[in-house]
């Protein structure tokens, strides 16, 4: 791993300061030749359930009012596009050619086409502009076909059963040449919200879908943008309650920027459902992003065979300084990480399908899973964190061609430090804490690289770690402590680990005499022929590392390779069934808490 700078990040840390100063985090005492002793002092830092509420109290507040979407019928104002002559019913409005401009708030329903035409929204009072789109088809060959340039809130009306189409050309002459505006499709320099169950399809042959220098509030409608650069941006916030997205995009997807106030610049994602298709990142927030639920397809740069460690960023999802995901459904194939924050990233839900050519989940600070289903299917490394990675419950699964969960160290909020090709930092104070959950990694590199400690006080952890002697199962460098759940690791035996001295709960470490061919079962039973482990590693092995509540002080057990098992199989481990022998391997009594093999 690279080393940088390590960036402190505010605005929603959520007690990372409380938690750098728990107690006794820092207790780590010195190490065998194996640096398997040591002791971390158990604390309170498996209660970081941190939700999508939580943190979006400390974001601004965003426009949105109920009254936005209702009017009184008999005062809407209906205007017809044509390029022969666009005919209005009321007042509030100037015509020059094809080009509508609206100079007072109102509702206005919108039908018709102009082949090369604009609606404009220079409103100086205090009313809400509503445009209601009745089935249009705008085409600007210069300029933004839509240009809100001065209202206090406009909102788009998508009305029932119609489509709306809005296209701009490859090149635009500025009204505001200082400022380079307008300069996307749809453009507006005050709050916007969208809302509706009707359609509206932008095709953007210039720069952005939709952008906005203020905040974004879409509540509704089906929305299909293909853009040479971002789909939809919202400067101050983008905020998503619901509707159908669809963005094919050079640049970013769902955007917010602002970089200038620590409160905004932030995507919170309600609900919806969401196919993106984005050449940099699929959502970027410049501080958090928040998803409460919602269906996600994302996909960035080239997908997970597309790595690449130039200029451009392309994420899955990325976010500033917090990343919240509570629920949803999200299948994600990016080039770059999948799921990133330069500050603290935490899971509480949701069923996440992840195919990344570099980091699966990677945090610069703090990372906490509290829930969910995660599966990352293709990595360099897994799940990465420079400070703490903290397991709490869910079921998580983790293929990677590196570390399969890693805490080492390092920095570099942007880029992150374990890209391909990276490698990794001296030991430090980074944590594992395994508190809950069901894990399982098959990693080509470490299974477990922690440059610090491990704690585990509950769950069912499976690891396949390598075959490689360079490489381990596990690899810390000053504790761990176990003191209850299920631990296993097999892997080559040139580095092999086991739990440190000071845990509670007994383990044993097996360096066999010669490798065994992926598949081989191996038991663990009693003495009197009571069961405690049957074993399939995924891949060849030499060594296996194995903690267990059954496994008791003085009590003689043997173990065996080869032979059957009735049991039920999952991820390797056989349960509830009958185990009929191979060859025995030897026995072990024992006597303290990590017996070596």
């Known amino acids: 791993m690279k080393k940088a700078k390590i960036f402190i990040l505010c605005t929603c840390v959520f007690a990372l300061s409380a938690f750098l100063a728990c107690d006794n985090g820092d207790e780590l005492l010195s190490s065998d030749n194996q640096n398997s002793s040591g002791d971390v002092a158990a604390d309170n830092r498996d209660d970081y359930t941190f939700t999508v509420d939580d943190v979006l109290a400390n974001n601004c507040d965003n426009h949105e009012e109920s009254s936005d979407y209702t009017w009184n ?3 809407v104002i209906n205007i017809v596009l044509n390029d022969n002559g666009i005919v209005v019913n009321g007042s509030g409005t100037t015509i020059n050619g ?69 296209t701009d ?4 002459v500025y009204e505001d040449t200082a400022e380079e505006e307008p300069n996307a499709t749809i453009f507006s320099k005050d709050d916007l919200s969208i809302y509706g169950n009707g359609k509206l399809v932008i095709d953007a042959n210039f720069n952005d879908g939709i952008s906005c220098k203020d905040g974004i509030v879409i509540a509704g409608g089906n929305i299909e943008i293909d853009a040479v650069d971002d789909g939809i941006r919202g400067k101050d916030y983008l905020v998503v309650k619901d509707g159908d997205i669809s963005i094919n995009c050079s640049g970013d997807g769902l955007k917010s920027d602002n970089d200038a106030d620590s409160a905004k610049g ?18 970027s927030g410049q501080s958090d992003v928040l998803i409460s639920h919602g269906t996600f397809d994302l996909t960035s740069g080239k997908g997970s065979s597309g790595y690449s460690s130039g200029s451009v960023s392309t994420k899955g999802i990325k976010a500033g300084t917090s990343l919240i995901i509570d629920n949803g459904e999200l299948t994600i194939n990016s080039s770059d990480d999948a799921v990133h924050s330069n500050g603290n990233l935490v899971i509480n839900g949701g069923d996440i399908t992840i195919s990344s ?32 990675i903290s397991l709490n419950g869910g079921n998580i699964f983790v293929t990677s061609s590196d570390d399969g969960i890693n805490a080492a160290g390092g920095g570099g909020s942007e880029g992150g430090w374990g890209g391909p090709g990276g490698g990794s930092t001296g030991s430090g104070n980074y944590y594992l804490y395994i508190n809950g959950g ?63 001295t000071a845990s509670t709960q007994y383990s044993v470490l097996i360096n066999f005499s010669s490798t065994f061919k992926a598949g081989t079962l191996i038991n663990v039973q009693s003495s009197s022929g009571e069961e405690i482990l ?9 060594s296996l590392a194995f903690s267990s509540s059954k496994l008791k002080s003085g009590s003689t057990y043997n173990i065996y390779y080869g032979g059957s098992s009735t049991g039920t199989v999952n991820n390797g481990l056989y349960e509830n069934g009958t185990y009929t022998p191979g060859t025995k391997y030897g026995s072990f009594t024992i006597s303290s808490v990590v017996t070596k093999i």
């Open 98 to 166: 094809s080009k509508l401009t609206i100079t007072t708030g109102g509702t206005y329903s919108l039908n018709g086409t102009l082949s090369d035409g604009q609606i404009v929204v220079d409103s100086d009072d205090n009313n809400i502009v509503r445009l209601v789109l009745n089935g249009i088809d705008i085409t600007n060959s210069t300029s933004a076909p839509f240009y809100i340039k001065n209202s206090k809130k406009t909102v788009i009306v998508l009305n029932d059963n119609t489509e709306n189409k809005v």
């Open 73 to 75: 019928n008999s005062q």
């Open 266 to 283: 932030y995507v919170y994602i309600e609900n919806g459902n969401f196919d993106i298709n984005s050449g940099a990142d699929a959502i």
């Open 357 to 388: 050519g570099d980091d699966g989940l990677h945090a610069d600070s703090y990372l906490g899973v509290n829930g969910g289903d995660v599966n990352i299917q293709k990595s360099y490394e897994g799940i990465e964190s420079r400070i703490a």
């Open 438 to 500: 069901y894990i399982v990694t098959n990693a080509v590199g470490d299974g477990f690289d922690i440059n610090g400690s491990i704690l585990m006080t509950g769950g069912e952890v499976i690891v396949n770690g390598p075959t490689s002697n360079a490489n381990g199962a596990i690899d810390y460098d000053r504790a761990f402590k176990i003191t209850d759940g299920l631990f296993i690791a097999a892997g080559s035996a040139g580095m092999a680990q086991a739990p440190g």
């Open 534 to 542: 049957t074993f399939s590693p995924l891949k060849t092995f030499r």
């Open 169 to 172: 050309k490859a090149s635009y």
